[in-house]
């Protein structure tokens, strides 16, 4: 038994109801066709989509950028991972593809991003392009993908599309203001002082609304032109640029970057240096740090033969903030794919707290809103399993008519946080995305 829909596009849509309880007959919803040839550089990867749809996933001027619809896995609940998961394994299955560079990123590609709770609604989807352009290490490719019923498109170099910034942005709260928001704030604290539990992650939203429809490609340029460092992402109207590495894989090898702990930079030097020592001797940080990385090595541990865990971070400095850092490596036990050690990792003590569940529990009761697929797992994997699935922070999700960006930002709650602090860090995480809104 099987359900298909197809969209405008002709793309195939497998929904969440064919995934549950049901085997998933990939051949009788679509059989994907798959080629991949190398090509000269084409430019910036940025601007190369031809519409606001593009989905991106670029670094250093390094990665992918695609467009339009060849087949879409949508997911809900607490089986989202592992729903798509195993669809995916199926797609891979009944795939005809001819990849003329075999590298990491070419052949058969899917982007994805999965809400925070199973509870959201925001639910997961992974997506499989229509056409990729990747880039990687000096080397550029193009893939595209049919469902079989369609003649091969294009294998043509291709042309740059030009996008128009956003118009007339102005910011309105979300869920809480921000004097509420330091109320739920102190009630972590006091929950914290208890030993109820002993780190929270709180987060807060904030509605961009602009006069004409936002251009996502747009803002991903602005993004990448002033984070070149970070993940400049964009699937499925989720669009951002995140320094945080959930799981990286290739040839049997994982990493982790966890980031937790953070200070506002000043835009001096050398009082930035100043900054960054103070961030390496806060008591505060270094506590909630510890509990990030040892959420990480605990949840790695199990699926790898050999780990690397630093005894001690070091300072990331970003444009707008600094945070304390650490970079787990692992050598992978049996073959696992990277969304499922994705899915293993999520959700970490940096953007959940700990203990896990008691954690969560308590952002369910007092966090006042939904998430949607803020502080989720976002990236794509190949035909192998290999890929990058980063946590989506400094975020935004775009509305389908386009008017409005909902953004997002949290903060680590521990024992001795101070909520006007806090408030005020979480002011410096919306940055990134309130800049490359309003230029």
Same mark, same amino acid.
């Given at each position: 038994?099987?359900?298909?829909?197809?969209?405008?596009?002709?793309?195939?849509?497998?929904?969440?109801?064919?995934?549950?309880?049901?085997?998933?007959?990939?051949?009788?919803?679509?059989?994907?066709?798959?080629?991949?040839?190398?090509?000269?550089?084409?430019?910036?990867?940025?601007?190369?989509?031809?519409?606001?749809?593009?989905?991106?996933?670029?670094?250093?001027?390094?990665?992918?950028?695609?467009?339009?619809?060849?087949?879409?896995?949508?997911?809900?609940?607490?089986?989202?991972?592992?729903?798509?998961?195993?669809?995916?394994?199926? #797609?891979?299955?009944?795939?005809?593809?001819?990849?003329? #560079?075999?590298?990491?990123?070419?052949?058969?590609?899917?982007?994805?991003?999965?809400?925070?709770?199973?509870?959201?609604?925001?639910?997961?989807?992974?997506?499989?392009?229509?056409?990729?352009?990747?880039?990687?290490?000096?080397?550029?490719?193009?893939?595209?993908?049919?469902?079989?019923?369609?003649?091969?498109?294009? @294998?043509?170099?291709?042309?740059?599309?030009?996008?128009?910034?956003?118009?007339?942005?102005?910011?309105?709260?979300?869920?809480?203001?921000?004097?509420?928001?330091?109320?739920?704030?102190?009630?972590?604290?006091?929950?914290?002082?208890?030993?109820?539990?002993?780190? #929270?992650?709180?987060?807060?939203?904030?509605?961009?609304?602009? $006069?004409?429809?936002?251009?996502?490609?747009?803002?991903?340029?602005?993004?990448?032109?002033?984070?070149?460092?970070?993940?400049?992402?964009?699937?499925?109207?989720?669009?951002?640029?995140?320094?945080?590495?959930?799981?990286?894989?290739?040839?049997?090898?994982?990493?982790?970057?966890?980031?937790?702990?953070?200070?506002?930079?000043?835009?001096?030097?050398?009082?930035?240096?100043?900054?960054?020592?103070?961030?390496?001797?806060?008591?505060?940080?270094?506590?909630?740090?510890?509990?990030?990385?040892?959420?990480?090595?605990?949840?790695?541990?199990?699926?790898?033969?050999? @780990?690397?865990?630093?005894?001690?971070?070091?300072?990331?400095?970003?444009?707008?903030? @600094?945070?304390?850092?650490?970079?787990?490596?692992?050598?992978?036990?049996?073959?696992?794919?990277?969304?499922?050690?994705?899915?293993?990792?999520?959700?970490?003590? $940096?953007?959940?707290?700990?203990?896990?569940?008691? $954690?969560?529990?308590?952002?369910?009761?007092?966090?006042?809103?939904?998430?949607?697929?803020?502080?989720?797992?976002?990236?794509?994997?190949?035909?192998?399993?290999?890929?990058?699935?980063?946590?989506?922070?400094?975020?935004?999700?775009?509305?389908?008519?386009?008017?409005?960006?909902?953004?997002?930002?949290?903060?680590?709650?521990?024992?001795?946080?101070?909520?006007?602090?806090?408030? $005020?860090?979480?002011?410096?995480?919306?940055?990134?995305?309130?800049?490359?809104?309003?230029?």
């Amino acid at each position: 038994m099987s359900t298909r829909t197809d969209d405008d596009r002709g793309g195939v849509r497998i929904p969440p109801a064919a995934l549950r309880g049901v085997p998933v007959d990939i051949p009788a919803l679509a059989q994907l066709v798959v080629r991949t040839v190398e090509i000269d550089d084409p430019g910036p990867l940025l601007d190369l989509a031809p519409d606001p749809s593009a989905h991106a996933w670029v670094r250093n001027g390094e990665g992918l950028v695609a467009w339009g619809e060849a087949l879409r896995i949508g997911t809900a609940g607490a089986g989202r991972f592992i729903e798509a998961e195993h669809a995916w394994r199926d #797609v891979v299955r009944h795939a005809v593809v001819r990849d003329e #560079v075999r590298r990491r990123g070419t052949g058969l590609v899917a982007l994805g991003s999965f809400a925070f709770s199973d509870d959201s609604p925001a639910g997961g989807a992974l997506v499989v392009p229509s056409v990729l352009v990747g880039q990687r290490d000096g080397r550029c490719w193009l893939t595209r993908v049919t469902t079989g019923r369609e003649l091969p498109g294009s @294998m043509e170099p291709l042309r740059p599309r030009p996008a128009p910034d956003p118009v007339d942005v102005v910011f309105v709260d979300g869920a809480l203001p921000g004097p509420a928001w330091e109320s739920v704030i102190a009630t972590a604290v006091s929950r914290i002082e208890t030993g109820e539990v002993d780190k #929270v992650v709180l987060a807060r939203d904030l509605i961009a609304r602009a $006069a004409e429809p936002v251009d996502p490609r747009a803002v991903l340029r602005r993004l990448a032109e002033r984070y070149p460092t970070t993940w400049t992402f964009a699937v499925d109207g989720l669009l951002g640029a995140t320094p945080e590495m959930l799981a990286r894989t290739e040839g049997g090898l994982v990493a982790s970057r966890v980031l937790a702990g953070t200070i506002r930079r000043s835009g001096n030097d050398e009082r930035d240096l100043a900054l960054a020592a103070s961030l390496t001797r806060s008591g505060k940080d270094l506590v909630e740090h510890q509990f990030a990385v040892r959420s990480v090595a605990d949840s790695l541990r199990p699926l790898c033969s050999g @780990m690397n865990v630093p005894e001690g971070p070091y300072v990331l400095h970003l444009a707008n903030v @600094m945070h304390l850092a650490t970079d787990v490596t692992g050598v992978l036990a049996d073959s696992v794919s990277s969304l499922a050690i994705a899915a293993a990792l999520h959700p970490s003590a $940096a953007v959940g707290g700990t203990p896990t569940k008691v $954690a969560q529990a308590v952002i369910t009761e007092i966090e006042g809103m939904d998430r949607d697929r803020y502080a989720g797992p976002v990236g794509w994997l190949d035909a192998s399993g290999d890929g990058e699935w980063a946590i989506a922070l400094r975020c935004g999700r775009v509305s389908e008519d386009r008017r409005e960006v909902r953004l997002f930002a949290g903060c680590g709650i521990v024992a001795g946080s101070d909520p006007e602090a806090e408030l $005020a860090e979480s002011a410096a995480k919306f940055v990134p995305m309130r800049d490359a809104l309003t230029g």
